[in-house]
């Protein structure tokens, strides 16, 4: 029971605090609802908006929950069918709970947190402290890249390179184009990427979930009731039977 309790609680947080993100559209709609209630007292505005917010997370919760009762999920990180067999799960939980997928909400955070910066210098650097802030490493070197571009485009212009200058955008666009063609990375192959990139969430999330079962048996282990028990093995838990 120790088990079935830290791993509900390490995969619910991990879809609902490392994972969710609400929409734009869902924000927008929440503030709908409390305008809409134009006849309740001012007071009440605000508790109706987090009522709307509260009930529309209460049913991605449930929805991923309902998933979550009837899928197989293997606790074997070093197994390739089982990663991807826990990937195409959470894939599922992503599409019918409405969730952001990783790329998503890389691209969500990219948006809203560069919004409004006027020059491709300081959007570069955001984007870099974005990914450092993420955990995600730049293996091929293509920051590096993409700022000698940027300084030959600006020592060409002889001035910094603004965002809404469409000229020296196209420049700076060129090269990238001739970054991408050197690294062998084709904009076709977005979504191969992006699956890749879920492969290696779903390899991750796997070893957290098999440490903390782990973990969590040892700890009942030493517990007097349970020490002539055999512990069984992880890979043959399943979570099913504990939601």
Partial sequence: MAFATRFLSRSTRQLYTGQMI????????????????????????????????????????ETALGILRKEKITLDPEDPAAVSEYARVMKTVREK???????????????????????????????????????????????????????KIELELKKPLMRDDKKGMGLLMTEFD????????????????????ELKIAKAQLEELKKDALEAMDTQKKREEFKDEAMPDVKSLDIRNFI
């Fill in 178 to 197: 001739k970054i991408n063609q050197k690294l062998g990375i084709r904009r076709q192959d977005l979504p191969k990427y992006e699956e890749q990139l």
């Fill in 22 to 61: 609400l929409q734009p559209e869902q924000t927008i709609s929440a503030r709908s609802f409390a305008k809409a209630a134009g006849s309740a007292p001012p007071a009440l505005k605000g508790d109706e908006m987090l009522k709307g917010i509260f009930l529309e997370v209460k049913k991605k919760y």
């Fill in 97 to 151: 709970a409405d969730l952001f997928s990783e790329s998503q909400r890389i691209k969500y955070t990219i948006e809203s947190r560069t919004q409004g910066i006027p020059d491709a210098r300081s959007y570069l650097l955001a984007l870099k402290e974005i990914r450092i802030k993420r955990g995600l490493t730049d293996e091929l070197g293509a920051e590096a890249m993409m700022m000698d571009a940027l300084d």
